[in-house]
């Protein structure tokens, strides 16, 4: 089958399985960013060491997807918590206010969501 102009192909990135056992057990932050431009989503696997923690925070103005990929914890939302593990699928609607705690094993997790507008400059506007 052949490309279409402007079109990129399908593909596989990244296994989960594989990140989630091959990153650094210290590691905090993204261990897998999707980087290919054009694009309409982001996405990326970010992964807590045992005891880590995202501070409380309102999330951006739009909704998120969470798949647990390894390890466990707890996210904290104005309605409670949530315990996370393997295999869950968490929505987090639009400018939730969100906290998480990684469990003793630590934890992973992919995060999707529509891509960020990016920061742009405007013209000043003319007095």
Do not use: C
């Not at 296994?15 to 290919?36: E, K, N, P």
């Not at 609607?93 to 992973?108: D, H, Q, V, Y």
């Amino acid at each position: 089958m052949a490309e279409t102009s402007g079109t990129g192909l399908p593909r596989i990135l990244a296994d989960t399985r594989v990140l989630a056992q091959t990153h650094d057990a210290a590691a905090s932050g993204a261990v897998f960013r999707l980087t290919m431009d054009p694009r309409d989503l982001d996405a990326n696997v970010i992964a807590l060491p045992a005891g880590g923690t995202i501070e409380g925070h309102v999330g951006p103005d739009l909704d998120v997807l969470l798949h647990i990929v390894s390890g466990g914890g707890v996210l904290s939302t104005d309605g409670g918590e949530v315990g996370l593990s393997p295999g869950k699928l968490v929505w987090l609607p639009r400018r939730s206010r969100r906290a998480f705690a990684a469990g003793p094993e630590g934890l992973s997790y992919l995060s999707v969501h529509v891509r960020k507008p990016g920061l742009g400059l405007s013209p000043r506007p003319r007095a």
